[in-house]
């Protein structure tokens, strides 16, 4: 079991920068593979990302691909999404979340645990 809390989301200009931060609770975080996700209005929540249990491995959409990087602190229980070259599409809430398939997870239905979510506007 593990509670999952976003923060860092805001209001950036085209081409900035934002880093998002997901504290999660309990003592078994490396025990999961942690993902984000996000979704603007009247859009499905789409695959950012995610990074493996050891942080070794990362996986990325490839509308966040060479922008988008994922990191994570397993002696802090938290994971980060750094963003940069943000556009006006980046726009949506994101989400943390985290899964404890053995296998790589990216679908939606992989990942049992989710934030609440961050907003975070790309303004031009």
């Known amino acids: 079991q593990v509670q999952l809390v976003e923060s860092g989301g805001g209001l950036v200009q085209a081409g900035g920068s934002l880093r998002l931060s997901c504290a999660a609770s309990g003592r078994t975080f490396s025990s999961y593979t942690m993902g984000w996700f996000r979704q603007a209005p009247g859009k499905e929540r789409e695959f950012v990302g995610r990074i493996s249990k050891t942080g070794v491995a990362t996986r990325y959409a490839d509308s966040v691909q060479g922008r988008f990087t994922i990191s994570r602190d397993n002696a802090k229980n938290r994971v980060y999404l750094q963003m940069n070259s943000l556009k006006p599409e980046d726009t949506a809430v994101y989400y943390c979340?985290?899964?404890?398939?053995?296998?790589?997870?990216?679908?939606?239905?992989?990942?049992?645990?989710w934030g609440q979510g961050t907003q975070v506007t790309v303004s031009s």
């Open positions: 979340a985290a899964s404890e398939r053995a296998t790589v997870p990216l679908l939606r239905s992989d990942y049992t645990y």
